[in-house]
C-alpha cells in the first residue's frame, strides 16, 4: 500500500521515501534522523517529536522549498540509506538460529506503548510490550504484534487549581497516527469479523511498522457496526465488564483472524496477559479445520504452542466474567464451532476445587491452552506458584508449572544524549544489536571523570524540561506572569535529584516520603546538600484512593520553602518517563512487596547512569546487592500493615539521609563523588546487561519460542497423529487414574544406601503412561527437591497388573524423608501442566 495515498498532500518526487521513514517507528529509538526533521518543521517538532503529524500537517509551500534544498535532500537520502542498512543487516537470529526453527511469533497483547505518537498504552504492561517488538526489531526475531486501535486510549491527565486529578480523553485521529491502514487482495480496506449476540462485529485492519516488526491493530469505529459496537475499541480499559470482554473477544479471536487474512501462519502465539487468552480457542478452532480432529484434540495439539505470560501479582487482578454474560456470548461459538457445550468451555475457566464456579477466569484459560507460563521476575514466579496453587492443590509448590523470564527495557529508547555518546565511545554502535557479553568489563575501564561528566550533562536538559513543563502546566491554571517566571527558576542543575514517577495506587505507596512532611522539608532545603524531587504519576479515574494521593503531594508542594527543590509534573506519559529517566540521579520505587510483579522503570535509569533506592520487590529483589544501589525492607511480606509502613517511612529517611546524601556530596579533590561513582559504575556494569530487553528476548527466543514451535510441529505432523495419541493418553488416565493404589512401601538401609521398594497397582493403566518416583523436600531454600524415578520390576504374584517398583539412594539423607508417589508420564506431555494427576503414598 502506498503511504503517501493517506497524506493530505502529495510529496514532491525528489523527496520519495520520506513517508517510510515518518511511519517507521524507529525513529523512536534510532535518532539519528531527529536533525532532519527538525529542519522540515522545528517547532512543530519541538512541540510533538512526531514525524508523522509534521508530514500530515506541513504546508505545501515548505514541501517545495525543501525540495529544492540541496542540504535537506542530501541528508534524507542519507538517512533512506541508513534505515536500508538497518534492515538487510545480519542481526543476532539469524546469525545464531536457523528460520526454519520458529517460522512467526504472534505477540498478542491489549496495549503497546511505543511512542506518545500512538498512544495506544496505560504503562509498563504496554511499554513492556512496545519494548519487545524494538528489541525483537534489533535482534532480528521473526515476530509479529496484534493489538487493537483505540479511539481514545488511555487518559490524560491535569491537575486543577486545588491539585487535583482531571481525566481527559483527547480523540485518536488514526489519519494522524503513524499507522496505514491493511489492504486486502482485492485492493479494499482489509476487515475480519467477529460474532457477537445477534450481529456481526466488523473491524478494521491497520499496521505500524517498527524496524524489522510488523504490529497489527484492530478496531471497530467501522460504519459497518452498530454506534454501540463502534466504541468497543474506544478506550483503554474503559466501560463495564462487557465491554472488556468484548474488547478481549476481539484481541483474541480476532487477532487471529486478521493473522490468517494476512495469511501468517504463526508457530507461536505469546499471549503478554490474560487478555488475549481467546486466541487460544480460535487457534484451536481453526485446527479442528485444517485436521478434522475435534475440539479436545486440537486444543492439544496448539497448546504446544503457546505461551502465556503473566504481569499480575495477586489473583485478583486476573479479569472475570460471570458465567451468565459468557453463556451470552459464546454459547453459539462453543455449539456451532468448536462442537463442545458450553459446560465444557467453561470449565476451562474454572477452579474446580473452590466455589467460584460463577466466574469465568481468563488467566485459567491462558494457563489450560499454553504448554508454557511464567511470571516476569524470579520473586513474581514464586508469587505466581502460590496464586495458581489451587489447581495444582496435590503438587509440592516447587513443580507448580510457572517459571519465570525477568523483564527487561529497551535501553536505547531510555538513553540520554550523554550517555548514548558513552556507550558508542566505549561499547560501539551496535552494542545492544549482539549478545552484550562484553559490557560488564568495558564499563570497569571508563574513568571516574567520564562518568561523571555524563551524569551531569544529563541533569541539565532534565532540569530546562521540567521548568518547561512547569510552566506550561501552571499557565493552564490561570498563574500570572510573575508565577510563570517562578516556574523558571525551580530546581538546579548541580543538586541530587531524585525520581519518582508510578501509577497512583495503594499498593505502590506513592506517598511514603510523606510520612514525615517537616523531615522531608529539612532533606530538600538543607544549605549544604539540598535535594530536589520530581514526581510524576496518575490515578486510574476511578480509583479515589490514588486520586487522593495525587492531592497530598500538591498540597504539600504548595509548601513556599519547597518550591524550587520539589516538583510534581502533571499527565506522566513515555516522554515524560524518558526525561525523568535520563536525568535523575535516583529513582525512588515504594511498593509493598509482593504487589510489584517486576516493574521496568527503575530498569531504565540503568544506562543513564542512575541508581535504584527500592523496595525488595519485583526486579530488584534480584538485582539488588550494595555496590549497586540501595534496598528498602526486610525482604518478607508485610501485608496492609500500617505500623509497617511507618517503619519502611522510617528507614527511608535514614537512608537518604546517612547514606545517599552523603555518598552524592563526598567529594574527592577532583569535585567527583567516589563512593557514589562506585555504585555507578557497577550499576552500570552488572545490571545495564542483565535488566535489558535484550537479554529477554533473547531468553524467550531460545527457552521458549524455538521448543514451542518444535513441539507444535511434531503434535501438528501427520494430520496431528501424535496429538490424538496424547489424547487417547489423557483420557485414559481421566478414566482411571482414581483405580490406581499403593501397596506396601519399604526400605532396606546399609551403611552407604537405602534399597526402597513400592507395590503399586496400576488398575487399568498402561504401565508405560505413569511414573513412580521417590520424593524429598528441598532442605533449603536455595537447594531443590530430590526426584528419583523408580524401576519398574517382576509383576507382583496374583496381581492384576501390580508391580513392584525398587530405587537405590545414597546414604545422607534419613529414609524418612523420601516418599513414593506416581505421575503422570509421556515423553511429550509437560506435567502437571497438561496431565495434573498425582498419588502419593500414605
Given at each position: 500500500?502506498?503511504?503517501?495515498?493517506?497524506?493530505?498532500?502529495?510529496?514532491?518526487?525528489?523527496?520519495?521515501?520520506?513517508?517510510?521513514?515518518?511511519?517507521?517507528?524507529?525513529?523512536?529509538?534510532?535518532?539519528?534522523?531527529?536533525?532532519?526533521?527538525?529542519?522540515?518543521?522545528?517547532?512543530?517538532?519541538?512541540?510533538?517529536?512526531?514525524?508523522?503529524?509534521?508530514?500530515?500537517?506541513?504546508?505545501?509551500?515548505?514541501?517545495?522549498?525543501?525540495?529544492?534544498?540541496?542540504?535537506?535532500?542530501?541528508?534524507?537520502?542519507?538517512?533512506?540509506?541508513?534505515?536500508q542498512a538497518y534492515l538487510r543487516q545480519s542481526s543476532?537470529?539469524?546469525?545464531?538460529?536457523?528460520?526454519?526453527?520458529?517460522?512467526?511469533?504472534?505477540?498478542?497483547?491489549?496495549?503497546?506503548?511505543?511512542?506518545?505518537?500512538?498512544?495506544?498504552?496505560?504503562?509498563?504492561?504496554?511499554?513492556?510490550?512496545?519494548?519487545?517488538?524494538?528489541?525483537?526489531?534489533?535482534?532480528?526475531?521473526?515476530?509479529?504484534?496484534?493489538?487493537?486501535?483505540?479511539?481514545?486510549?488511555?487518559?490524560?491527565?491535569?491537575?486543577?487549581?486545588?491539585?487535583?486529578?482531571?481525566?481527559?480523553?483527547?480523540?485518536?485521529?488514526?489519519?494522524?497516527?503513524?499507522?496505514?491502514?491493511?489492504?486486502?487482495?482485492?485492493?479494499?480496506?482489509?476487515?475480519?469479523?467477529?460474532?457477537?449476540?445477534?450481529?456481526?462485529?466488523?473491524?478494521?485492519?491497520?499496521?505500524?511498522?517498527?524496524?524489522?516488526?510488523?504490529?497489527?491493530?484492530?478496531?471497530?469505529?467501522?460504519?459497518?457496526?452498530?454506534?454501540?459496537?463502534?466504541?468497543?475499541?474506544?478506550?483503554?480499559?474503559?466501560?463495564?465488564?462487557?465491554?472488556?470482554?468484548?474488547?478481549?473477544?476481539?484481541?483474541?479471536?480476532?487477532?487471529?483472524?486478521?493473522?490468517?487474512?494476512?495469511?501468517?501462519?504463526?508457530?507461536?502465539?505469546?499471549?503478554?496477559?490474560?487478555?488475549?487468552?481467546?486466541?487460544?480457542?480460535?487457534?484451536?478452532?481453526?485446527?479442528?479445520?485444517?485436521?478434522?480432529?475435534?475440539?479436545?484434540?486440537?486444543?492439544?495439539?496448539?497448546?504446544?504452542?503457546?505461551?502465556?505470560?503473566?504481569?499480575?501479582?495477586?489473583?485478583?487482578?486476573?479479569?472475570?466474567?460471570?458465567?451468565?454474560?459468557?453463556?451470552?456470548?459464546?454459547?453459539?461459538?462453543?455449539?456451532?464451532?468448536?462442537?463442545?457445550?458450553?459446560?465444557?468451555?467453561?470449565?476451562?475457566?474454572?477452579?474446580?476445587?473452590?466455589?467460584?464456579?460463577?466466574?469465568?477466569?481468563?488467566?485459567?484459560?491462558?494457563?489450560?491452552?499454553?504448554?508454557?507460563?511464567?511470571?516476569?521476575?524470579?520473586?513474581?514466579?514464586?508469587?505466581?506458584?502460590?496464586?495458581?496453587?489451587?489447581?495444582?492443590?496435590?503438587?509440592?509448590?516447587?513443580?507448580?508449572?510457572?517459571?519465570?523470564?525477568?523483564?527487561?527495557?529497551?535501553?536505547?529508547?531510555?538513553?540520554?544524549?550523554?550517555?548514548?555518546?558513552?556507550?558508542?565511545?566505549?561499547?560501539?554502535?551496535?552494542?545492544?544489536?549482539?549478545?552484550?557479553?562484553?559490557?560488564?568489563?568495558?564499563?570497569?575501564?571508563?574513568?571516574?571523570?567520564?562518568?561523571?561528566?555524563?551524569?551531569?550533562?544529563?541533569?541539565?536538559?532534565?532540569?530546562?524540561?521540567?521548568?518547561?513543563?512547569?510552566?506550561?502546566?501552571?499557565?493552564?491554571?490561570?498563574?500570572?506572569?510573575?508565577?510563570?517566571?517562578?516556574?523558571?527558576?525551580?530546581?538546579?542543575?548541580?543538586?541530587?535529584?531524585?525520581?519518582?514517577?508510578?501509577?497512583?495506587?495503594?499498593?505502590?505507596?506513592?506517598?511514603?516520603?510523606?510520612?514525615?512532611?517537616?523531615?522531608?522539608?529539612?532533606?530538600?532545603?538543607?544549605?549544604?546538600?539540598?535535594?530536589?524531587?520530581?514526581?510524576?504519576?496518575?490515578?486510574?479515574?476511578?480509583?479515589?484512593?490514588?486520586?487522593?494521593?495525587?492531592?497530598?503531594?500538591?498540597?504539600?508542594?504548595?509548601?513556599?520553602?519547597?518550591?524550587?527543590?520539589?516538583?510534581?509534573?502533571?499527565?506522566?506519559?513515555?516522554?515524560?518517563?524518558?526525561?525523568?529517566?535520563?536525568?535523575?540521579?535516583?529513582?525512588?520505587?515504594?511498593?509493598?512487596?509482593?504487589?510489584?510483579?517486576?516493574?521496568?522503570?527503575?530498569?531504565?535509569v540503568l544506562v543513564n547512569g542512575g541508581l535504584n533506592?527500592?523496595?525488595?520487590?519485583?526486579?530488584?529483589?534480584?538485582?539488588?546487592?550494595?555496590?549497586?544501589?540501595?534496598?528498602?525492607?526486610?525482604?518478607?511480606?508485610?501485608?496492609?500493615?500500617?505500623?509497617?509502613?511507618?517503619?519502611?517511612?522510617?528507614?527511608?529517611?535514614?537512608?537518604?539521609?546517612?547514606?545517599?546524601?552523603?555518598?552524592?556530596?563526598?567529594?574527592?579533590?577532583?569535585?567527583?563523588?567516589?563512593?557514589?561513582?562506585?555504585?555507578?559504575?557497577?550499576?552500570?556494569?552488572?545490571?545495564?546487561?542483565?535488566?535489558?530487553?535484550?537479554?529477554?528476548?533473547?531468553?524467550?527466543?531460545?527457552?521458549?519460542?524455538?521448543?514451542?514451535?518444535?513441539?507444535?510441529?511434531?503434535?501438528?505432523?501427520?494430520?496431528?497423529?501424535?496429538?490424538?495419541?496424547?489424547?487417547?493418553?489423557?483420557?485414559?488416565?481421566?478414566?482411571?487414574?482414581?483405580?490406581?493404589?499403593?501397596?506396601?512401601?519399604?526400605?532396606?538401609?546399609?551403611?552407604?544406601?537405602?534399597?526402597?521398594?513400592?507395590?503399586?497397582?496400576?488398575?487399568?493403566?498402561?504401565?508405560?503412561?505413569?511414573?513412580?518416583?521417590?520424593?524429598?523436600?528441598?532442605?533449603?531454600h536455595n537447594s531443590n527437591p530430590v526426584r528419583v524415578?523408580?524401576?519398574?520390576?517382576?509383576?507382583?504374584?496374583?496381581?492384576?497388573?501390580?508391580?513392584?517398583?525398587?530405587?537405590?539412594?545414597?546414604?545422607?539423607?534419613?529414609?524418612?524423608?523420601?516418599?513414593?508417589?506416581?505421575?503422570?508420564?509421556?515423553?511429550?506431555?509437560?506435567?502437571?501442566?497438561?496431565?495434573?494427576?498425582?498419588?502419593?503414598?500414605?
Amino acid at each position: 500500500m502506498n503511504p503517501e495515498r493517506y497524506l493530505p498532500r502529495s510529496l514532491p518526487p525528489a523527496m520519495k521515501g520520506l513517508t517510510d521513514l515518518a511511519l517507521d517507528l524507529r525513529w523512536n529509538w534510532n535518532h539519528c534522523a531527529d536533525a532532519l526533521w527538525k529542519s522540515v518543521d522545528p517547532e512543530r517538532w519541538e512541540a510533538t517529536e512526531d514525524p508523522w503529524l509534521i508530514l500530515e500537517s506541513i504546508s505545501r509551500k515548505r514541501l517545495e522549498a525543501l525540495a529544492a534544498d540541496s542540504t535537506f535532500l542530501n541528508e534524507l537520502h542519507r538517512q533512506l540509506a541508513n534505515r536500508q542498512a538497518y534492515l538487510r543487516q545480519s542481526s543476532w537470529f539469524y546469525k545464531s538460529h536457523d528460520e526454519a526453527e520458529l517460522g512467526t511469533v504472534a505477540y498478542f497483547s491489549m496495549e503497546f506503548g511505543l511512542s506518545d505518537a500512538l498512544p495506544i498504552y496505560s504503562g509498563g504492561l504496554g511499554v513492556l510490550a512496545g519494548d519487545f517488538l524494538k528489541t525483537a526489531s534489533d535482534l532480528g526475531i521473526p515476530l509479529v504484534g496484534i493489538g487493537l486501535l483505540y479511539q481514545q486510549g488511555y487518559f490524560h491527565q491535569a491537575l486543577d487549581t486545588n491539585g487535583d486529578q482531571l481525566a481527559f480523553f483527547p480523540y485518536n485521529n488514526p489519519t494522524m497516527l503513524p499507522v496505514l491502514p491493511l489492504q486486502g487482495s482485492d485492493g479494499e480496506w482489509l476487515r475480519v469479523s467477529v460474532e457477537l449476540p445477534g450481529r456481526t462485529l466488523w473491524l478494521r485492519g491497520w499496521q505500524a511498522q517498527v524496524g524489522r516488526v510488523s504490529l497489527y491493530l484492530l478496531d471497530s469505529n467501522d460504519l459497518l457496526n452498530a454506534p454501540g459496537d463502534r466504541g468497543i475499541t474506544g478506550e483503554l480499559y474503559g466501560g463495564g465488564i462487557e465491554m472488556r470482554l468484548q474488547q478481549e473477544i476481539v484481541l483474541g479471536i480476532g487477532g487471529w483472524r486478521l493473522l490468517e487474512a494476512l495469511n501468517i501462519s504463526p508457530l507461536v502465539c505469546h499471549l503478554n496477559e490474560g487478555h488475549a487468552a481467546f486466541v487460544i480457542l480460535e487457534r484451536a478452532r481453526r485446527f479442528m479445520e485444517q485436521t478434522d480432529r475435534t475440539f479436545s484434540i486440537s486444543l492439544l495439539g496448539t497448546r504446544a504452542g503457546n505461551i502465556f505470560t503473566t504481569h499480575t501479582p495477586v489473583a485478583a487482578g486476573f479479569d472475570r466474567f460471570p458465567r451468565k454474560i459468557m453463556t451470552q456470548y459464546f454459547s453459539d461459538y462453543a455449539h456451532h464451532h468448536l462442537g463442545i457445550s458450553m459446560d465444557e468451555l467453561l470449565s476451562l475457566g474454572h477452579d474446580h476445587g473452590s466455589d467460584d464456579s460463577n466466574f469465568f477466569n481468563m488467566a485459567y484459560l491462558a494457563l489450560r491452552g499454553c504448554g508454557r507460563v511464567n511470571g516476569v521476575s524470579r520473586l513474581h514466579g514464586e508469587v505466581c506458584g502460590r496464586i495458581f496453587l489451587p489447581l495444582f492443590s496435590r503438587w509440592p509448590k516447587h513443580e507448580i508449572p510457572i517459571s519465570h523470564i525477568t523483564n527487561g527495557v529497551h535501553m536505547p529508547s531510555w538513553d540520554s544524549a550523554a550517555a548514548d555518546a558513552l556507550w558508542t565511545e566505549h561499547c560501539g554502535k551496535g552494542s545492544w544489536l549482539s549478545t552484550l557479553e562484553t559490557i560488564e568489563q568495558v564499563w570497569r575501564r571508563v574513568d571516574d571523570d567520564k562518568l561523571w561528566s555524563m551524569r551531569n550533562q544529563a541533569r541539565q536538559p532534565l532540569v530546562k524540561a521540567v521548568r518547561r513543563r512547569l510552566v506550561r502546566q501552571h499557565a493552564a491554571c490561570g498563574v500570572t506572569k510573575e508565577g510563570l517566571m517562578q516556574c523558571l527558576q525551580v530546581l538546579d542543575p548541580n543538586v541530587l535529584t531524585i525520581g519518582f514517577a508510578r501509577r497512583f495506587a495503594g499498593y505502590k505507596r506513592p506517598t511514603l516520603l510523606l510520612a514525615d512532611p517537616d523531615r522531608l522539608t529539612r532533606l530538600l532545603i538543607d544549605a549544604q546538600r539540598p535535594v530536589q524531587l520530581i514526581i510524576a504519576g496518575k490515578a486510574h479515574p476511578q480509583d479515589e484512593e490514588g486520586k487522593r494521593m495525587v492531592r497530598e503531594w500538591n498540597d504539600y508542594l504548595r509548601r513556599p520553602e519547597v518550591r524550587e527543590r520539589a516538583v510534581f509534573l502533571e499527565d506522566y506519559d513515555m516522554g515524560l518517563a524518558a526525561e525523568l529517566v535520563q536525568g535523575v540521579d535516583l529513582w525512588l520505587n515504594t511498593p509493598r512487596r509482593p504487589w510489584e510483579a517486576s516493574g521496568t522503570s527503575g530498569m531504565k535509569v540503568l544506562v543513564n547512569g542512575g541508581l535504584n533506592l527500592s523496595e525488595l520487590d519485583g526486579w530488584w529483589a534480584e538485582a539488588y546487592d550494595p555496590e549497586v544501589g540501595w534496598s528498602l525492607g526486610d525482604g518478607q511480606e508485610h501485608d496492609h500493615d500500617a505500623a509497617w509502613d511507618a517503619v519502611e517511612a522510617e528507614e527511608l529517611y535514614m537512608l537518604l539521609e546517612e547514606e545517599v546524601v552523603p555518598a552524592f556530596y563526598t567529594r574527592d579533590e577532583k569535585g567527583i563523588p567516589t563512593a557514589w561513582m562506585a555504585r555507578m559504575r557497577q550499576s552500570l556494569a552488572r545490571l545495564t546487561p542483565m535488566f535489558s530487553c535484550n537479554r529477554m528476548a533473547r531468553e524467550y527466543t531460545e527457552d521458549y519460542y524455538i521448543p514451542a514451535a518444535a513441539a507444535y510441529q511434531r503434535r501438528e505432523a501427520g494430520n496431528a497423529s501424535l496429538s490424538a495419541t496424547m489424547k487417547q493418553w489423557e483420557v485414559s488416565l481421566a478414566n482411571h487414574w482414581h483405580k490406581i493404589r499403593f501397596g506396601q512401601f519399604s526400605v532396606q538401609e546399609s551403611l552407604v544406601r537405602n534399597l526402597f521398594q513400592a507395590e503399586v497397582h496400576l488398575g487399568k493403566l498402561e504401565p508405560a503412561a505413569v511414573q513412580v518416583e521417590l520424593y524429598a523436600e528441598a532442605l533449603s531454600h536455595n537447594s531443590n527437591p530430590v526426584r528419583v524415578t523408580m524401576d519398574r520390576g517382576e509383576m507382583l504374584a496374583g496381581s492384576d497388573n501390580g508391580y513392584l517398583y525398587h530405587a537405590t539412594v545414597p546414604k545422607g539423607r534419613p529414609s524418612r524423608d523420601y516418599t513414593p508417589r506416581v505421575i503422570p508420564y509421556h515423553l511429550e506431555a509437560s506435567v502437571p501442566l497438561e496431565a495434573n494427576f498425582i498419588l502419593w503414598w500414605e
